[in-house]
């Protein structure tokens, strides 16, 4: 049997411009790789891999790109668990 969902707890920490953001973004993906289908399928798997893939290319060329990379991931705007250290 399922839990009852908590919607006071799921709406006293809703955002709506938390969630326009995040709607703005999957239509921009959509925009960005000419997705005229209406799938999410992949979508956000090769916006990854593309972005990891600029990252790297760029890791010598861009410092100020790859520094705010860093600072965001570091401060907790970007969601990974990876903590990296400058040097």
Known sequence: MQSAV??????DS??????QRRADFI????WLYERNTGLYTGLWQQFQQDLAEIVRDNLNE????VEA????????KLKSKAVIQDD
């Open 14 to 19: 809703w955002s709506v411009d938390d969630e």
């Open 69 to 76: 990379v860093i600072h965001k991931i570091n401060c907790g």
């Open 27 to 30: 239509d921009w993906l959509y």
């Open 62 to 65: 861009d410092q100020s790109f």
């Open 6 to 11: 908590d919607y006071a707890t799921l709406l």
